[in-house]
């Protein structure tokens, strides 16, 4: 057994090293890692800055994602005047989880807030007759009040036509700053030179982004679901007389959610219920598809 015990030992030359438990890489790697944790700890422990509040974080990612314009330090102004000290270097960790891939600079939306009182906005609504033909209606829409401008029907949408459309809807100089439109063929040079003329600067909506003309599409839909999906057109005057007969009732007469109910063209003050008549009037639109109610004088 000692004669194979030598002959072993001779060639298996790495037996020793079974019989160490912890080899000495492994001793220094366990000491750096300890050495790493200890100096974490003690760095913790020095540190006396707080945990910065869940409410705090919301708040930054509020105020990067409502202010486009801000950057770090102008967010940190802002919660000194709450009360709340965030150093600078905290405020940006918590703004890259919020502005990533996002344009620095003013949102599409806060723009049209800003200028809805100066700014139109127009499209195009395709309809089909009884015999399935197309026909084009053409709304322009200002943005602050809802209020339709001007629609028109075709059934060839050419430029000069919807040229033509945009001179009827713009008498005297009575025009917007900014008008909103898609990028459809249908607008070309002859409609670009008439909005020039007229002092108009056109805002071209991005490429499949109907939400940059939200107002103006929501229109259309209104015109399909109160008037259209329940009449059946036959030909292109039919259809100029019952949009105008919808256009008035929609400005003069139908209160608009987004306005807080209010009618766009609305007049006179709302009656007060102590000081109106007994009875109730209901003047049919649209052959009594809506009713239109007013106290009897």
């Known amino acids: 057994d000692r004669v194979l015990l030598v002959l072993l030992a001779r060639l298996v030359r790495t037996w020793k090293q079974a019989l160490i438990i912890v080899q ?5 790697r366990w000491h750096r890692e300890l050495f790493r944790l200890y100096w974490k700890r003690r760095s913790k422990a020095s540190s006396h800055q707080p945990k910065v509040a869940a409410e705090t974080i919301a708040l930054i990612g509020e105020m990067a994602t409502n202010n486009r314009l801000w950057g770090a330090e102008r967010i940190r102004g802002e919660l000194l005047k709450l009360g709340r000290h965030v150093c600078k270097r905290t405020i940006q960790k918590y703004m890259r ?20 009182a100066n700014i139109w906005a127009c499209d195009f609504l395709q309809v089909t007759d009884l015999f399935f033909r197309p026909l084009f209606a053409f709304f322009i829409v200002e943005l602050k009040s809802r209020r339709v401008i001007h629609v028109g029907v075709t059934r060839s949408p050419t430029d000069a036509w919807v040229a033509q459309q945009l001179r009827e809807a713009t008498p005297y100089g009575q025009a917007p700053k900014y008008l909103i439109r898609d990028n459809d063929s249908k607008f070309g040079s002859s409609f670009a030179r008439v909005a020039a003329t007229s002092g108009i600067k056109i805002l071209k909506t ?13 229109f259309m839909r209104s015109v399909r679901q109160e008037c259209l999906d329940h009449l059946l057109i036959f030909q292109e005057k039919q259809l100029q007389r019952v949009l105008n007969a919808y256009v008035g009732y929609f400005n003069q007469s139908r209160p608009h ?5 209010r009618i766009p063209e609305q007049r006179s003050s709302v009656p007060s219920a102590q000081n109106a008549g007994n009875k109730v009037n209901a003047l ?3 052959g009594g598809l809506h009713h239109d109610y007013h106290w009897a004088a």
């Open 24 to 28: 000495p890489d492994t001793l220094l």
């Open 97 to 116: 989880t919020v502005r990533t891939q996002e344009p620095r600079g003013q949102k599409w939306c806060t723009f049209l807030r800003n200028h809805a």
């Open 206 to 218: 991005p490429y499949h982004a109907p939400r940059a003309n939200a107002i103006c599409e929501r």
């Open 257 to 261: 959610q987004g306005i807080a109910q």
């Open 284 to 286: 049919p639109v649209l």
